[in-house]
C-alpha cells in the first residue's frame, strides 16, 4: 500500500515525536499494522532520529536562557501549584506515552514469526524512554530481577572491560512467552540480548544475519539459545557474541 495519504505521513511524525493524545496514539498504531508502507516510514525516521541524535547530540541551555524562557512562558508565575500536582501530572502522561509505544507492531499481516518478534522488540524499546525495565550495570541485581517473571533466568555477564556496558534487563514477548532479554552499550549503540530454551529451530551453532535494518547473530550452547541484536555493524556485533560465548564458557 503506497503512501498517499500526506495527513497520515504528519501523524506518523507526530507519533514518533510523542506528540499525540493516546486516541489518536491508538488509532495511528492501527493505521501502521495495516500499511507496510507506513510501518517502513516509521522504522526509517526512527534510525534517522537516533542517527541525528549520535551525530548532533543536544546541547544544555545557559542558566540565563533558561531563565528568560521560562520567563517568558510564565512558569515563574506558577509556583502556587503544589509540586506534587505537576509531578502527578508528568507520570500519567508519561505512562499513557509508554502504553501507546508498546502496543506498536512493526510486522507484515501473516509474518508473525519469532525472528521477526525478536527484531520488533529491539526496535520498541528504542523508541521508548529507556530500552530496559530494569536499569543496573550490576550482574547481580539484574539477574533476580527476572525471578517470578520468567521461566528462566538468564545467564549476565560483565563486558565492561571488553567495551559492552551492562545497562539493565527487561521482558520480551515472544510467540506469546515472556522471555528475558538483557541490554548491553557500546558508545551509543543499544544491544538487546535474548534468551530461551524454545526457540532451538531459530538459532545453529553460529548464525549470522540483517533484518529490517539491523544485524542479528544467534547461537545455542547448553539447551540455550541465544539472540543479539543491534545496529552495530556486524564485525562488533560479532565480537561482542564470541565475548559473551567465550566468558560464559
Not at 509556583?79 to 502527578?88: C, K, Q
Not at 525495565?133 to 517473571?149: K, Y
Not at 514477548?173 to 557500546?186: F, G, S
Request: include cysteine; glycine fraction near 6%; proline fraction near 4%.
Amino acid at each position: 500500500m503506497p503512501l498517499s495519504d500526506n495527513e497520515d505521513v504528519k501523524l506518523v511524525h507526530a507519533y514518533l515525536d510523542g506528540e499525540l493524545d493516546v486516541a489518536t496514539g491508538l488509532a495511528c498504531e492501527r493505521k501502521l499494522a495495516a500499511n507496510p508502507a507506513l510501518r517502513q516510514l516509521a522504522g526509517d525516521v526512527t534510525v534517522l532520529k537516533r542517527m541525528l541524535t549520535e551525530q548532533f547530540p543536544p546541547e544544555p541551555l545557559s542558566a540565563q536562557l533558561r531563565s528568560r524562557i521560562e520567563s517568558s512562558i510564565g512558569l515563574h508565575r506558577s509556583r502556587r501549584v503544589p509540586r506534587w500536582t505537576l509531578m502527578a501530572a508528568s507520570m500519567l502522561i508519561t505512562a499513557a506515552l509508554s502504553s501507546a509505544l508498546t502496543g506498536l507492531v512493526f510486522r507484515e499481516t501473516g509474518s508473525n514469526t519469532a525472528s521477526t518478534e525478536l527484531v520488533d522488540g529491539h526496535l520498541r524499546s528504542l523508541m521508548a524512554a529507556h530500552p530496559t525495565d530494569v536499569i543496573s550495570s550490576d550482574r547481580h541485581t539484574v539477574r533476580p530481577w527476572f525471578n517470578g517473571r520468567t521461566t528462566q533466568a538468564p545467564r549476565v555477564l560483565d563486558l565492561t572491560a571488553q567495551g559492552f556496558e551492562l545497562v539493565g534487563g527487561r521482558i520480551d514477548v515472544i510467540e506469546k512467552t515472556p522471555l528475558p532479554t538483557l541490554v548491553y552499550r557500546r558508545r551509543q549503540h543499544v544491544i538487546s540480548l535474548t534468551e530461551t530454551s524454545s526457540l532451538k529451530h531459530l538459532a545453529g551453532r553460529f548464525k549470522s544475519q540483517a533484518e529490517s535494518g539491523f544485524n542479528v547473530i544467534s547461537w545455542s550452547k547448553d539447551e540455550r539459545s541465544y539472540f543479539a541484536i543491534s545496529d552495530l555493524n556486524a564485525g562488533e556485533l560479532e565480537t561482542f557474541s564470541r565475548l559473551f560465548r567465550e566468558t560464559a564458557g
